[in-house]
């Protein structure tokens, strides 16, 4: 009877050994799949400095880790669609609707629903299929040498191509993407023929060939070189804000100036956001999305990238203020992807290089 007990005993504890060990392989798996899923791995071509704090907020708030590699915006997209189903990327955070529009074509992103998102980021600012979303605003307006130009001699792109301004105009070559936006944006309103003979007369009118980046344009005008560039708002402000005096005098010589507010708008693009194809971590990197249109995002990221919130109703920094409102082309972006082909081969052959 003791011997029937010592081994019924035994075969118990063999049972509840392996309830045991199974119970804590089912731990260890349950709390690796949820380690693996509370994080969310970004590519960024924005620098580190100009977002980490506000992702920093977002694990304070959601206690989702985020894994942030940043770079050059194309050789990102470039990497995402060399690493293709293996890639770790969950999001991928880029400059100009047009990149979004080619990260699209190329099969690296996925679509998404958010009522979040869709409430948040108006329309035209947005894919029309959900693949891509807005994140803040930037506009490409005129800026101008207030000592050698009057604002009244100041009206649309289109008038940049008059023969006032010959050996007047510096501006980025057309490989640029903002560029290639801008003349995407003149063929969606005026169709090829007219575009290309506002782009052939504009290039007639530059003081010197295409070179260096916004801030070069603008400390070009500031010098002298010409009198007007067309560059994106945020390099102006953050001339202003610069540490650096040079930039800063440079900064200070000249003006902004929107074109086109009876008409159209000035031409503005986006920063923004998608999902990969490839993304482990579908549902964070939503959650991500979302944080980053909320008014405390919002906020904080415009005023440290000096460009204009996305979300209607939040105020732009003191430094964006300072120009003044203006009128926004109200085009839905993705056109600017879809004409951005078309738009290389106008500046191709109009001499613009």
Not at 35 to 58: G, T
Not at 84 to 95: K, L, M, Q, V, Y
Not at 215 to 236: E, F, M, P, S, W
């Amino acid at each position: 009877m003791v011997i029937q007990n010592l081994i019924l005993g035994e075969q118990m504890n063999k049972r509840y050994l392996i309830k045991l060990k199974s119970a804590i392989v089912l731990s260890m798996l349950f709390f690796a799949s949820f380690a693996s899923a509370a994080e969310v791995n970004i590519y960024s071509a924005r620098k580190e400095d100009l977002i980490k704090p506000i992702l920093e907020k977002f694990t304070q708030h959601s206690g989702i880790e985020v894994n942030l590699i940043t770079g050059k915006a194309d050789a990102l997209l470039q990497r995402l669609i060399s690493e293709g189903r293996n890639s770790p990327a969950d999001i991928i955070i880029t400059t100009d609707a047009g990149r979004l529009y080619r990260a699209k074509n190329a099969n690296i992103l996925q679509t998404i629903q958010s009522d979040i998102l869709e409430s948040s980021i108006p329309e035209q600012y947005r894919d029309p299929d959900g693949y891509w979303f807005g994140l803040t605003l930037r506009a490409r307006p005129i800026v101008y040498s207030f000592d050698r130009v009057k604002p009244e001699q100041l009206s649309t792109y289109e008038a940049l191509s008059d023969v006032k301004w010959k050996n007047k105009i510096c501006v980025r070559s057309s490989d640029n993407i903002y560029n290639q936006s801008l003349v995407a944006s003149l063929l969606s309103h005026a169709g090829e023929e007219e575009t290309y003979k506002w782009t052939n007369s504009f290039v007639k009118n530059f003081a010197r060939p295409p070179q260096g980046g916004d801030r070069d344009q603008i400390k070009a005008v500031a010098a002298g070189q010409c009198d007007v560039t067309l560059v994106n708002n945020y390099y102006l402000g953050k001339m202003l804000t610069s540490k650096n005096e040079v930039e800063v005098e440079a900064a200070n010589k000249v003006k902004i100036f929107w074109p086109n507010q009876n008409d159209r708008g000035a031409h503005v693009n986006i920063s923004g956001a998608a999902i990969s194809s490839s993304s482990k971590n579908r549902t964070e990197a939503i959650k991500l999305l979302e944080f980053l249109v909320s008014d405390e995002a919002q906020q904080w990221y415009a005023e440290k990238n000096l460009e204009y919130p996305i979300k209607p109703g939040i105020q732009p920094s003191e430094t964006l203020q300072i120009w003044g409102e203006f009128r926004a082309d109200s085009l839905n972006l993705n056109k600017l992807g879809e004409l951005n082909a078309e738009a290389v081969m106008v500046m191709d052959r109009a001499g613009w290089k």
